[in-house]
């Protein structure tokens, strides 16, 4: 597509509940990020995915979180059993990746996550 | 490794006065540097970038970033400020670890324009 889509852009739900948020990066982007923001803070960097190479996850901040990339494009980022302390806008990235890649990104709207 | 520091959280100005935020980086290797623009409920838009060529770096809307080696800085400079800068400004920190590249985002810092 012409740029990053992120779905869905506002996600409230209760404590406990699992969600998914669903990126799709820019075609021909090799590599994609996901970062989080919360309120009046930078950007917290969460995992990394360069082609067909083992993700970086050394930013997920615990074992509810995970994501996944299917076929080398789309990718979900999945929160079990949700804590307040998650809510939080999360961003997602793709960059051209590979020799070329001079860590410029392209993001997403974002989607923002309210836990009750 | 690789870090970011944003010296003010926030900046004030009024229109028509220049506009300084500053930035000061440190990586193990060559970085790349970034300056983002995040408007209200928008994401964010790149500004400019430095990779390796012209120090003085141009970006859009009027902006401008020096990178500085022997300071490590990339301070980001208008010469006169609009009230549709008023945004959230992030310098970012790219440099190839192992094939990796995972930029680092410094905190942020709040430009506010007076009329």
């Known amino acids: 597509g012409a740029g990053v889509s992120q779905s869905p852009s506002n996600k409230v739900t209760e404590k406990g509940k699992d969600v998914e948020l669903r990126c799709d990066p820019i075609?021909?982007?090799?590599?994609l990020y996901w970062y989080r923001q919360s309120l009046g803070q930078g950007l917290e960097f969460l995992i990394y995915?360069?082609?067909?190479?083992?993700?970086?996850k050394s930013g997920l901040p615990s074992d509810r979180f995970s994501a996944e990339r299917t076929g080398g494009s789309v990718s979900t980022l999945t929160i079990q059993r949700t804590q307040q302390e998650d809510s939080a806008v999360y961003l997602c990235?793709?960059?051209?990746?590979?020799?070329?890649?001079?860590?410029?990104?392209?993001f997403g709207e974002g989607s923002r996550l309210t836990v009750l | 490794a690789q870090s970011v520091t944003q010296l003010d959280s926030h900046v004030s100005v009024s229109e028509g006065t220049p506009v300084l935020l500053r930035c000061n980086y440190s990586?193990?290797?060559?970085?790349?540097l970034f300056w983002y623009v995040q408007h209200p409920n928008k994401g964010l838009q790149l500004l400019l970038k430095?990779?390796?060529?012209?120090?003085l770096v141009k970006g859009i809307n009027g902006f401008e970033a020096e990178f500085k080696k022997s300071e490590t800085s990339f301070h980001l400079t208008k010469p006169s400020a609009h009230m549709s800068d008023a945004a959230e400004y992030f310098c970012?920190?790219?440099?190839?670890?192992?094939?990796?590249?995972?930029?680092?985002f410094g905190r942020g810092t709040s430009l506010i324009v007076h009329p």
């Open positions: 430095y990779t390796s060529a012209a120090t």
């Open positions: 990235a793709s960059s051209l990746g590979g020799r070329t890649n001079t860590g410029e990104l392209f």
């Open positions: 075609s021909g982007h090799t590599a």
């Open positions: 990586s193990s290797y060559s970085p790349s």
């Open positions: 970012v920190v790219s440099a190839a670890s192992g094939g990796s590249y995972i930029p680092t």
């Open positions: 995915f360069q082609g067909n190479s083992a993700p970086d």
